[in-house]
């Protein structure tokens, strides 16, 4: 608590919502972070074995190696719309989201705190795999920072989508609809198991309509320094999308939209 | 002095239910001030208005000055509520929740002390380290009050706090309230229990179907609305017309008039006397509120 002396009072109110949305996580870190790595770390297995032999996508790139920057993106994105997308919603099931409503904090602030513990939800569960991914190949990396950028911009676009649907979702069965008929779907079909080239003309046209393929595949050009599109395409897109999402998210808390009658 | 909440025409329809129709109140810094009304009267309605939790479909509220939909970070730092619904989160202790509260408020470490304060005159020291989910409905009950008081409001507001709570927590809870109300804060409170704001609240105001039909300090409703009241066991006997007026209800051969001053005792019994009535029993009571209540809101159907 000390070092919180040091945060002036005007900052203390955001931060103390940041902080209370990464513990709220972080105290569950077994089903929060440990589940959805194991489960990446099981695709891995899986398909690396399975196809190892038989998918060629880049010259000179072994599958499993192609196959583990799509796996972690897909995972980054998964978790930072779980993380925004299940506090909202579990809180106004339960009702304590009133005890955040009842306070000073700004519509911005209150978006501010849910996206960035989204952001680090993302993050940290994309960091874990990598580490281990790295047990089993190594992987080059020829651009840092567009690694880092399409895993920051794509978890803070999927933070922003679960605070909207946290806003709209009065039921868990509407968050599952949307967990099984958006999120699954886009990243499922976004080209983590395979590159788009391979697909037919018509569903290349499809993939390219699918914001989740240019997450993947600028982050997958982070590592290997080639990819399906150029990442700077990429990034304006994945960079515009979060952009149109987060000013739409700030509207609807401005009005009150489903959070104040 | 600014007024600690000022209320100006609020109206507020859900969909086509009107549930507050026209509501004007001035709540003066430093008082102790009982909302009343039946079920569904537009109590919570209002307080969530003021909490700015729902938006007025016309008026405005302010507190201690500031607008609560145009000012409402400086209303709401001014202003503790606590909900109806017994509400809680589950993933952490009371004492990180009561921290996490005053945090949002601005609070830091300098506020520790008066959580700890909030603890004690609440009985929850010793559940301090426990998780929300394992306190007993009482003790959430508790919780959800200490929260509201985290920052220290100087307005605060209780939708039920006594709701499903035992005697004893209900007399701690409005000692550590009447010690706040000395301490200068308003206090703002809605109970079923009439006898509690009886005894707690220097003004009352009652409601029904989202209006107020009664504003006054306790002790003039008292008088106004229900006097005295003279039970009389008569057995199976016809009333003189004359003291008809006077009766408020009777069961079986007992007979309760609501009586203005002690004159009208002696007008009735002489009347009585004329018919040749005797009386079997005789009791004289002090009207409460709940009587003022009843003869206000009691009757539903109109
Ligand atoms: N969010 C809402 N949507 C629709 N109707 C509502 C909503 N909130 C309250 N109402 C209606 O408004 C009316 C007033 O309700 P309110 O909760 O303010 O009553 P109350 O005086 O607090 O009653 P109680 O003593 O039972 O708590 C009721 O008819 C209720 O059904
Ligand atoms: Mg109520």
């Known amino acids: 608590m000390t070092k919180l002396a040091l945060i002036s009072s005007e900052f203390r109110g955001p931060w103390t919502l940041f902080k209370k949305e990464l513990l709220r996580f972080w105290r569950v870190s077994f089903q929060t972070v440990a589940a959805p790595v194991i489960t990446a770390l099981l695709y891995l297995l899986i398909f690396s074995h399975v196809l190892e032999r038989h998918v060629q996508v880049y010259d000179g790139v072994p599958y499993t190696a192609f196959l583990i920057p799509g796996l972690i993106m897909m995972s980054v994105l998964q978790n930072a719309f779980a993380n925004s997308s299940s506090s909202l919603i579990q809180s106004k099931v339960m009702g304590n989201l009133v005890f955040v409503l009842l306070t000073p904090l700004t519509h911005f602030q209150f978006f501010m705190a849910f996206l960035l513990a989204a952001i680090i939800r993302g993050l940290v569960v994309g960091l874990c795999i990598y580490l281990i991914a790295m047990w089993f190949i190594a992987l080059p990396i020829a651009n840092p920072w567009l690694i880092f950028a399409f895993a920051f911009f794509g978890s803070a676009l999927l933070g922003t989508f679960g605070i909207i649907a946290g806003i709209w979702a009065d039921r868990f069965d509407q968050m599952a609809a949307f967990q099984n008929f958006i999120i699954m779907p886009l990243s499922f079909l976004s080209g983590v198991f395979y590159s788009i080239h391979s697909l037919p003309p018509f569903w290349q046209k499809v993939s390219q309509l699918n914001p989740f393929f240019y997450m993947i595949d600028g982050f997958r050009y982070g590592f290997f320094g080639k990819g399906d599109v150029s990442p700077l395409i990429s990034l304006s897109i994945v960079g515009t999308s979060f952009l149109v999402l987060a000013w739409l998210t700030l509207k609807m808390l401005k009005s009150g939209y489903k959070l104040r009658a | ?302």
């Open chain 2, 1 to 302: 002095m600014k007024p600690a909440i000022q209320i100006n025409g609020i109206h507020k329809s859900f969909g086509g239910l009107h549930a507050l129709n026209g509501v004007d109140l001035t709540v003066e810094q430093g008082e102790f001030f009982a909302l009343l009304g039946p079920n569904g009267a537009g109590k919570s309605t209002l307080i969530n208005i003021l909490a700015g939790l729902i938006k007025p479909s016309t008026g405005d509220i302010s507190v201690m000055g500031f607008d609560v939909v145009q000012q409402y970070q400086q209303a709401r730092k001014l202003l503790g509520v606590v909900p109806q619904e017994l509400v809680f989160d589950p993933f952490f202790n009371v004492r990180e929740m009561l921290r996490f509260q005053a945090g949002y408020f601005g609070c830091g470490p300098e506020n520790d002390a008066w959580v700890d304060e909030i603890l004690e005159g609440l009985g929850l020291s010793d559940k301090a380290h426990t998780n929300m989910r394992r306190l007993s409905g009482g003790m959430k009950r508790r919780a959800l009050i200490a929260q509201a008081l985290a920052h220290k409001p100087p307005v605060i507001v209780l939708d039920e706090p006594t709701a499903g709570v035992d005697v004893e927590l209900r007399q701690m809870l409005w000692e550590f309230i009447k010690k706040l109300n000395r301490d200068g804060h308003t206090i703002i409170l809605t109970t079923h229990y009439l006898e509690e704001a009886e005894a707690l609240c220097s003004r009352v105001a009652m409601m029904k179907q989202g209006k107020i039909v009664a504003l006054d300090s306790t002790a003039n409703l008292l008088n106004k609305f229900a006097g005295k009241q003279l039970r009389l066991i008569l057995g199976d006997v016809n009333l003189p017309a004359s003291i008809q007026p006077l009766l408020r209800s009777q069961e079986k051969g007992a007979f309760t008039f609501a009586l203005h001053d002690m004159v009208q005792i002696e007008f009735v019994l002489s009347a009585l006397r004329e018919a040749n009535i005797k009386v079997i029993d005789m009791q004289l009571n002090e009207a409460d509120l709940e009587d003022v209540f009843l003869s206000l809101v009691g009757n539903q159907n109109d």
